[in-house]
């Protein structure tokens, strides 16, 4: 019996747990799941003699010890104890996590006991990585020559389950991750031969057009995608571009409240219990309150602001007569709570993960374009598209680590073929696929 | 015989230097400035046999133990420590720096000691505390109720000086200081009776207008002026800003730097060394660099850019082909480097500091409108309008304290009468004065 750990059982794991459920008693798995709610968790389990729910009590990761391989879907913030551990006790660990710099430090020491630390191993890092190495890797063995590559994820609605919303997005993941998206360092990205830096007050204003059958989305860089210019082997690429994909529509209207402070998480504001929504957020506008304030704000910053943006603002209840109910909270906070409720998925709601893969390079003397794109619709939660892309990369990599060799160890991602091969044909498998299309672009 | 401490003979120690070598010998002081620059603090000093330099070497202050009274002109990271050295050895100290909440936490046991920390008392702050206090001080005497208080203050250049810069700016001050000016937690203000927050990427471009002996400034508010409403008495005020100073035309070009993401001080983008200003600033626009940027510029940003702002821009040699020559450095160290060398003062160079309260207050029946204005020129360097103003408050409260009683133990700042009045009065002799002005504004 091979003996598992799930860390974390929260929105993105329903999929995993299921994949687990299904699957233990076949090839003879006890797994057990960790997560401080522990109803929920056995509610995601169901009836099962071969998955436990525990409740999560210590902090230090002791438990670990127990067990022969760890999958995290903890806060990324959890990553560096958890893989400490893991290396300490000599365990296998499997994140969808970023890889960082104090996991990195623990390269050395895992590769010597043989520990695979899989990090990037989701959605998005994670099936992003995975698909653009095949597709890399396939070019680069018929002797092509990589010149652009564009990569573009999102984790949006369903069409039918954003009639009506105009930001036409809600909440499939972490909601504080998603009112704090683009803070950090710089963005960083390679474009025609040059290093590109962007900062975070132009990134929602500074966006690329992309359509994916026949529909039009809106992408912005993410994070350093330098770092993976390298790791993709990408040394002869002049463009390279990692980005998030939103629907057309949002990234200007989130624009005006990164500009207008409401995303600031610096400044914590005292004594907001008595306080509305209305009155916190007019606190930042260059005018007093009135009814007319779309109107205001159109006039203030017309550059900025339309009736489409003033109608999504409308409808997220910026300055709606609710009460804040939080006592100290900074602006992104207050912004988190409003996001939670208005951007909710109801009961029927489904989801849609949107990727796609822009690469041109040239083989046998032709100049062509490739582009591969992955369309997956969700289930209605906690059946999401989000849960069964970040989950089931993770889940195949299990099982093909459990049943096959280890070919790697140390600190890894997911670009040898060893484990994006195995990942990409079972996705197959339950109806996951790219869709790919070559254009020869010869002058 | 007294034993005076300086610490730190920097750029704005000057004037408050040659205050203490006129008058040491005939006080009966013993002072000793402590540098990490000893001869260029032995030039500052010249031949004097009541003032020595030394060279600091250690940093745990120890040596404060040896002298009766402290005054501190190092960066402000350093006071928390010098105020505790000071607490712990029982010895008075004065500071130009803001007060903080580390500092503030040694005021009980400060007070329980009869030690004086005198904390915000060069010229912002310092100046601008003392003046508006005697100002506020004498309405409240007479009965008045103050509604509305504005006050800004800058360290500009005089206008013979910057004639033909298109910035009407240079360095008077701390160089990594203005670059990053506006940084840090929201600014936060009163106005017309609500708070007021403001994000760091619209400050600079959101300043109000004002004229002070016909010349025309823009100010825009600094950091948080809210706490000043306590620490003044103001509870009646509906309006309460107290702001920085820029001649007309400054800020709206520096908010082009801030948009772009040149102030950034979050990121290190490494190997610089064989970078040139041009190559590292055009990885931040939108668009590849050629030689008529500033009209890609306007295009690109016609609300931000226009003909003046392109001029200002090339005036810095933003997009110079001149290295770096440094390794690794944030935006905003790039940056610095340009303004340190850009917005350096010439030998002939002459300072000005101005300062202006705007308070508008009821007394007697009577709705008035009161302007305090100061306008301060400098002489050549080293005597600056910014040393005079920053040291004379530091030197009149010495004097002040080693002469007569000291009547408030603790972490002060300089908002009494016992305090201020010396000054005030000193500073006259110096011909260091505020022109007043009263309108009754009775609809």
Redesign the interface.
């Known amino acids: 019996v091979k003996r598992i750990l799930l860390l974390g059982a929260g929105r993105s794991a329903s999929v995993l747990i299921s994949k687990l459920v299904q699957n233990a008693e076949r090839k003879n798995w006890q797994v057990d799941v960790v997560d401080v709610n522990i109803e929920q968790t056995k509610q995601k389990i169901g009836q099962s003699n071969y998955v436990r729910a525990i409740e999560a009590t210590e902090s230090n990761f002791t438990l670990i010890e127990n067990y022969e391989i760890v999958i995290s879907m903890l806060p990324p913030d959890k990553h560096y104890e958890v893989a400490k551990a893991c290396v300490h006790f000599g365990k296998h660990l499997l994140t969808a996590s970023y890889n960082t710099s104090e996991i990195q430090s623990l390269h050395h020491e895992a590769k010597r006991k043989n520990i695979l630390l899989l990090m990037e191993c989701g959605l998005d890092p994670g099936l992003d990585h995975i698909s653009a190495m095949q597709i890399i890797d396939n070019i680069h063995a018929e002797g092509g020559v990589i010149t652009r590559f564009k990569s573009y994820c999102g984790g949006l609605m369903s069409n039918k389950s954003d009639i009506g919303n105009p930001w036409k997005y809600k909440i499939t993941w972490n909601p504080k991750n998603i009112v704090l998206a683009g803070q ?3 963005i960083k990205y390679l474009e ?1 031969g ?6 975070y ?2 990134l929602f204003k ?1 966006t690329h057009h992309i359509e994916i059958e026949n529909e039009r989305y809106e992408g912005y860089p993410n994070r350093d995608s330098l770092k993976y210019l390298d790791i993709y082997g990408l040394g002869s690429a002049k463009t390279f571009i990692r980005g998030t994909l939103r629907k057309e529509g949002f990234c200007a209207a989130w624009h005006i409240l990164v ?3 409401f995303t ?1 998480d ?2 914590i ?1 005292y004594n907001l219990s008595d306080t509305t929504y209305k009155s916190f957020f ?3 506008l ?1 005018f ?1 309150f009135s009814h007319d304030w779309g109107k205001k704000l159109t006039s203030e910053y ?2 900025l602001v339309n009736e489409a943006i003033v109608e999504q603002l409308h409808w997220l209840h910026i300055f709606s007569d609710d009460k804040i109910e939080l006592e100290n909270a900074t ?1 992104a906070q207050v912004l988190q709570r409003l996001v939670e409720k208005y951007w909710r998925l109801n009961e029927n709601d489904t989801d849609k993960v949107v990727m796609q893969h822009q690469i041109e390079y040239i083989a046998n003397g032709k100049q062509l374009n490739l582009s591969s794109s992955l369309v997956v619709e969700g289930n209605n939660a906690p059946f999401t598209a989000m849960a069964a892309t970040v989950g089931l990369p993770l889940y195949y990599v299990l099982e093909n680590i459990v049943e096959n060799t280890i070919y790697e160890y140390g600190v890894k991602l997911p670009l040898k073929k060893w484990l994006y091969g195995p990942v990409l044909s079972r996705l197959k498998h339950d109806g996951i696929h790219f869709t790919e299309y070559i254009k020869n672009t010869n002058p």
């Not at 040059?194 to 900062?199: A, D, Q, T």
């Open positions: 950090g360092p710089l025609n040059e290093i590109k830096h962007l900062n007050h132009r500074q500009h207008l402070g600031d610096t400044t504001i007019t606190s930042f260059p007093a017309p550059y602006p």
